[in-house]
């Protein structure tokens, strides 16, 4: 099992930052990939971006390409999400995600994540 827990959500205006972490524990070595996803009120939830684990590749939806920016700290088995710019309809639940299997629904594409964390609230106000 791999425990995920986030952190850095918050309220900010709209243009301005926020940075998330996202802390893996237990079987992380069993890790191939580590991603965001978001939830907005009433709406299903979206792949944001994800990371691959062994080689740091990266993947982003057309929505937040170009200002969030996702990496990681293999050391610490940490990934951080950087969003800048950003806009109210960013406004959401984000959370964490790790999968264990380099097999299966497409790791860029949010397919195939089985480890989940709580979710940390990030609110950007007009």
């Known amino acids: 099992q791999v425990q995920l827990v986030e952190s850095g959500g918050g309220l900010v205006q709209a243009g301005g930052s926020l940075r998330l972490s996202c802390a893996a524990s237990?079987?992380?070595?069993?890790?191939?990939?580590m991603g965001w996803f978001r939830q907005a009120p009433g709406k299903e939830r979206e792949f944001a971006t994800a990371?691959?684990?062994?080689?740091?590749?990266?993947a982003y939806a057309d929505s937040v390409k170009g200002r969030f920016t996702i990496s990681r700290d293999n050391a610490k088995n940490t990934v951080f999400l950087q969003m800048n710019s950003l806009k109210p309809e960013d406004t959401a639940v984000y959370y964490c995600a790790a999968r264990d299997s380099a097999y299966g629904y497409s790791w860029s594409r949010g397919g195939g994540y089985n480890y989940w964390g709580q979710g940390t609230q990030v609110t950007v106000s007009s």
């Open positions: 990371i691959r684990w062994t080689d740091g590749t990266t």
């Open positions: 237990g079987r992380t070595f069993s890790i191939y990939a």
